[in-house]
């Protein structure tokens, strides 16, 4: 009996040993695929057209095995942040410039995965119908953020109301104004208030999709805007570390699709142009 249970011991200790060493069996993921599939996508975006084609994204990718949820953001800082936490896999709301500047300014390593739409920028006005209507010394509207506030400088420029330093680019800040003829106040705010802030400023530069989110009509309702040439083009972007998941790929290819660019020009009738 003794032998036979020493034998017994040996035999489960051996079994036990080989399961610690190479024998453990990896648990199935929830989502019923293979430990490398990912099925799901959080997605950050800002209100607006972005949210608009994401759910319609959402809608084309549900029916190819991909679950996108969508998570909306009302600035142009957290949707970044949260990417950089891994709170979100991808978002899809800013352009190239605005990226690079984000990533110089808080070292992160965010980077572009395609090319989406762009939504030229424009001036706005509850009080005026023309560029030359807008009084001297009055108020105007500018975004507070580096990239987007150069932006709305050379679009501001471009309108024929300041001049600024040569060379000066995304770089423009009101610092780098040198001619100002009608003495133009500037005035930074978040750029999603400027459209809500049109009672109280002459005139202010709007991001397309701020200014729809609003009610407006970039066709009909800016005084002034970007030509359809605007270098601005918006992109999806993820952390470096996931540029090659297979499920990023695929979100990417759903939004360049036939179908989705189909619903951007029938839903927004050229206020907003596919750029693939």
């Known amino acids: 009996m003794k032998k036979t249970g020493l034998l017994l011991t040996t035999l489960l200790l051996a079994a036990s040993l080989v399961t610690a060493c190479g024998g453990k069996q990896e648990a199935a993921p929830a989502n019923g695929g293979t430990a490398a599939e990912q099925t799901s996508l959080k997605v950050g975006v800002t209100g607006g057209p972005h949210e608009e084609i994401l759910n319609k994204v959402k809608e084309v990718a549900k029916g190819k095995g991909l679950d996108v949820e969508v998570i909306v953001f009302n600035d142009y800082v957290q949707p970044n942040q949260a990417l950089d936490k891994g709170n979100l896999d991808v978002n899809s709301f800013q352009t190239i410039p605005f990226l690079a500047k984000f990533n110089q300014d808080h070292k992160t390593k965010i980077v572009e995965v395609g090319k989406t739409v762009t939504y030229p920028m424009g001036l706005y006005s509850t009080k005026h119908k023309k560029v030359e209507d807008i009084p001297a010394g009055g108020v105007v509207g500018i975004q507070n953020d580096p990239t987007n506030r150069a932006r709305a400088l ?87 570390t996931n540029k090659d998941n297979p ?12 179908e989705v660019k189909k619903f951007i020009d029938e839903r927004f009738e050229g206020a907003v142009l596919p750029s693939w």
Request: glycine content about 4%; aromatic content about 8%; charged content about 25%.
């Open 154 to 240: 050379l679009l501001y420029q471009a309108a024929g109301l300041i001049k600024l330093k040569d060379g000066v680019g995304d770089n423009a800040t009101p610092l780098d104004i040198v001619e100002n003829p009608k003495n133009l106040q500037f005035k930074e705010l978040e750029a999603a208030f400027l459209a809500r802030s049109l009672s109280n400023v002459e005139v202010a530069s709007i991001n397309t999709n701020f200014a729809m989110e609003a009610g407006y009509s970039p066709k009909k309702d800016a005084i002034f805007a970007e030509t359809a040439d605007s270098p601005y083009v918006n992109i999806l972007a993820v952390n470096e």
């Open 247 to 258: 499920a990023v790929k695929k979100l990417v290819d759903i939004y360049r699709s036939e």
